[in-house]
């Protein structure tokens, strides 16, 4: 086996699925802006339904992708008790998949670099959050051409603290877990995290 086909061979591979324009600049983003040895591969589902994502991710599965991550906006899911029970069988039933929540948006996450400790103010969904995050990045917009003119990651990873904003994703996590009712606003983003950080090691 030659040199080149040993490296081919050990290259890892993460896909990571949003159900829109939003993750899908982010994560592309991400891999332009840290160039990792690794592949990082960005994809979006025709429909933003959750069986979409799904659907995707599993086919990314079965391509061989050593993690796939489905990144989901919880704010209908969560409004909703019959999509909330479709999504608790769909996680069960995909366990090979990992999914990355965000309440009530992935915009949520974006505010986190800006916050300095971990809260209990509930942001019921894309509206609030977005109004909150532009006192940080006043242009920002879920738009092609907001996303054409700024790269979010690097954005954020300038403008804000990305450490911290991880940090504050696990304790959140445990947070909730103890304080449900309390914490409804949260973001699992450092488990995107916690995975480059393995896979680029």
């Known amino acids: 086996m030659t040199k080149r086909s040993q490296k081919s061979r050990v290259r890892k591979s993460i896909a990571i699925i949003g159900e829109g324009l939003t993750e899908y600049r982010y994560v592309d983003d991400i891999r332009t802006t840290e160039r990792y040895r690794f592949s990082l591969v960005p994809g979006i589902p025709k429909h933003s339904d959750i069986d979409d994502i799904v659907r995707l991710a599993q086919e990314r599965v079965k391509a061989g992708y050593d993690y796939v991550l489905c990144l989901i906006d919880m704010d209908v899911i969560e409004g909703n008790h019959e999509k909330m029970e479709h999504y608790r069988v769909l996680k069960k039933d995909n366990p090979e998949i990992i999914f990355v929540e965000s309440n009530p948006c992935t915009e949520y996450w974006f505010l986190m670099h800006f916050m300095s400790a971990p809260s209990s103010k509930e942001y019921t969904n ?4 977005a109004q909150a995050l532009k006192h940080h990045i006043p242009s920002y917009d879920k738009t092609d051409v907001f ?15 990305m450490a911290r904003a991880i940090k504050m994703s696990r304790e959140l996590e445990r947070l909730r877990a103890k304080e449900p009712e309390v914490y409804k606003s949260y973001s699992q983003m450092y488990k ?8 680029n090691k």
Request: hydrophobic share 40%.
């Open 126 to 129: 894309y509206d609030v959050v």
């Open 147 to 161: 996303f054409n003119k700024t790269h979010i990651y690097r954005e954020l990873k300038e403008k804000g603290d």
């Open 192 to 199: 995107l995290f916690d995975v480059i950080d393995m896979v």
